[in-house]
């Protein structure tokens, strides 16, 4: 891998599997990593390279690559930014198969046990990752665009963290695929959480010197963590 510099964290920036990826944590060979998978605000935003160094001192490899190749979204609410194409382009199918060689990637350098964490755009890749077995585990924080199909399709032990408020994955499609997935705890662990007071991406948009919001995110923080340690060998 190619070091490069990192513009925050504590890791450092490499290239694995074609990709860019922020990377924290002890030696590659043989080290269960979990690799996160941003929103569409990219790869370099603080906040997740936080949660990724949280990830490292937990005694995991943390790798965060750049799904979008240096275009993330930077203003949303932007005059004249057009979403919808900037979503075809970035697609999420695409983006499984980015994440499916940064896996090969890291399973070539030894790696055996891969855990995938998602947020919003993230979540819709993590959970189809989630229908293999390529990875171990899987988290979905505040995923943006799931359907049934996608939670019909889970073959892994699998977590979903979500906000009191998203429009974008309401109670009741939650009721829904805890239902789903509660049927195949036969086969694999499930887990499903709503935190109260949060809006979507409650765990990534919190600003530093906000204490309430900074605790609302580190406590999905921990979930996320503690179903990683549960569910991914180091």
Same mark, same amino acid.
């Given at each position: ?7 925050? &964290? ?6 694995? =599997? ?7 944590? !002890?030696?590659?060979? =043989? ?27 937990? &005694? ?6 750049? $799904? $979008? ?9 932007? !005059?004249?930014?057009? $979403? ?30 891969? &855990? ?15 229908? =293999? ?7 979905? @924080?505040? !995923? ?12 892994? !032990?699998?977590?979903? @963290? ?11 499609? @939650? ?12 086969? $694999? ?7 109260? &007071?949060?809006? #979507? ?19 999905? #923080? ?13």
């Amino acid at each position: 891998m190619t070091s490069l510099n990192a513009t925050s &964290g504590v890791g450092s920036v490499s290239n694995i =599997g074609g990709l860019k990826a922020y990377v924290a944590g !002890p030696s590659l060979v =043989g080290l269960a990593t979990i690799i996160l998978i941003s929103d569409v605000y990219g790869y370099k935003k603080p906040n997740l390279r936080t949660v990724a160094d949280k990830v490292a001192a937990a &005694g995991y490899l943390a790798v965060v690559p750049d $799904f $979008f190749y240096g275009d993330p979204v930077i203003n949303i609410t932007k !005059p004249n930014f057009d $979403f919808e194409a900037w979503k075809k382009l970035h697609n999420t199918d695409k983006g499984a198969e980015d994440a499916k060689k940064v896996i090969a990637a890291l399973k070539a350098k030894g790696v055996s046990s891969i &855990g995938v964490a998602g947020f919003c755009w993230g979540g819709k890749v993590a959970v189809k990752l989630a229908s =293999g077995n390529d990875i171990k585990a899987t988290v979905l @924080l505040h !995923p943006s665009w799931l359907v049934t199909d996608d939670i019909q399709d889970v073959n892994i !032990p699998t977590a979903i @963290l979500a906000a009191e408020k998203d429009g974008g994955l309401t109670p009741q499609q @939650l009721i829904k695929y805890e239902e789903i997935l509660s049927k195949k705890r036969n086969k $694999f662990d499930s887990f499903v959480k709503i935190y109260p &007071g949060t809006a #979507h991406g409650w765990t990534l948009k919190y600003q530093t010197d906000d204490k309430v919001a900074v605790k609302k995110a580190e406590e999905a #923080h921990k979930d996320m963590l503690n179903w990683f340690i549960k569910h991914v060998t180091k």
